[in-house]
């Protein structure tokens, strides 16, 4: 596959995929006339490139992650997971908080009229 069938067929960019190029986590093949063509490999990779940006991790974190062995990829979607869990934990909390603030907001306008 040529450049533009990834960037039509995943929704990535063209930046993102020379990102990732120069990251050594896809290595496509250069064509006689000069464009790069992706193969399986490229494409499974960035898949699971663009699942771990779906997960959270930043994309200047993701080439090292793909690249790491298996055992510590583990390691490091137990430590984010956990950082997700306390980032959900006080988002609801604030949203518990909102929804106070709102509920007295309904109850003021209420008593006034």
């Given amino acids: 596959m040529q450049t533009k069938d990834i960037i039509s067929i995943l929704g990535v960019t063209n930046n993102l995929l020379r990102y990732y190029e120069d990251q050594g986590v ?3 093949v250069r064509e006689s006339n000069g464009y790069r063509s992706y193969q399986r490999n490229d494409i499974v990779a960035l898949l699971e490139g663009l699942r771990y940006a779906r997960f959270g991790f930043p994309v200047a974190q993701i080439p090292a992650f793909v690249n790491e062995t298996k055992k510590e990829q583990k390691k490091q979607l137990s430590q984010h997971l956990d950082v997700r869990k306390k980032e959900m ?8 908080i909102l929804i ?5 907001d309904v109850m003021k306008k209420t008593v006034v009229q």
């Fill in 26 to 28: 896809i290595h496509p």
């Fill in 89 to 96: 934990l006080l988002m609801q909390l604030e949203n518990q």
């Fill in 100 to 104: 106070e603030i709102s509920d007295e």
